[in-house]
């Protein structure tokens, strides 16, 4: 598609109930990327994929937190449990590729953003 | 561990103004460096970035950054900001890893 779409925009769940969360990226792009936003912070990086393998998962913050991309393209985010801590924007990024300092390769292109409140 | 540093939280504004963002990293190797924009109601979107070469880098709508190696900074300016300015700003970092890190933000509110 023309840019990266991220659904749900907004998701309300109750603590204890599993979410997923889909990120569709820019046609072409093999890496793709999620962070997590909380209020008054910036984005902060969950996991990279490099086409259907997660290359780098470090920051997922514990095993609730898992995240899939079978077939390099559209990735969702998948959390167990919700929290309450876990309410965010969770933003999905793609660029046109990851690892080094090509230039030009490593600006991301974000999606709007789904924004997750558990109750 | 990289991390970034943005030195004001908010900001508030005339337009007309000049404009300074504070932005410093920590990571002793090459960087790429970049200025992403949240405009009220849209998504994050690049501004500027620095791969190499010149460190002053031009942006879009007059923004202007300087990567001062020696500092391990890189700062945003605007020498006259518009009410149409008003969002929030990030600095991020990416060091030859896969992770591209980003700082706290600074809201920049421009009063009209």
């Known amino acids: 598609g023309a840019g990266v779409s991220q659904t749900p925009s907004n998701k309300v769940t109750e603590k204890g109930k599993y979410v997923e969360l889909r990120c569709d990226p820019i046609?072409?792009?093999?890496?793709l990327y999620w962070y997590r936003q909380s209020l008054g912070q910036g984005p902060e990086f969950l996991i990279y994929?490099?086409?259907?393998?997660?290359?780098?998962d470090s920051g997922l913050p514990n095993d609730r937190f898992f995240a899939v991309r079978p077939e390099g393209s559209v990735s969702t985010l998948k959390i167990q449990r919700t929290e309450r801590g876990d309410s965010a924007v969770y933003l999905c990024?793609?660029?046109?590729?990851?690892?080094?300092?090509?230039?030009?390769?490593?600006?991301?292109?974000f999606g709007a953003g789904s924004r997750l409140t558990v109750l | 561990a990289q991390s970034v540093s943005q030195h004001n939280h908010h900001v508030i504004l005339s337009e007309a103004a000049s404009l300074e963002l504070g932005c410093n990293y920590s990571?002793?190797?090459?960087?790429?460096l970049f200025w992403y924009v949240q405009y009220p109601g849209q998504h994050l979107q690049l501004l500027l970035k620095?791969?190499?070469?010149?460190?002053l880098v031009k942006g879009i709508k007059g923004f202007e950054a300087e990567f001062i190696k020696s500092k391990f900074s890189f700062n945003l300016r605007k020498p006259s900001v518009q009410w149409s300015d008003t969002a929030e700003y990030f600095c991020?970092?990416?060091?030859?890893?896969?992770?591209?890190?980003f700082g706290a933000g600074t809201r920049l509110f421009v009063k009209a």
């Open positions: 990024a793609s660029s046109s590729t990851g690892r080094g300092l090509t230039s030009g390769a490593n600006v991301l292109t």
């Open positions: 046609s072409g792009h093999t890496a």
């Open positions: 994929f490099q086409g259907t393998g997660a290359a780098d």
């Open positions: 990571y002793g190797g090459t960087v790429n």
């Open positions: 620095y791969f190499s070469g010149d460190p």
């Open positions: 991020a970092v990416k060091a030859g890893g896969f992770k591209t890190i």
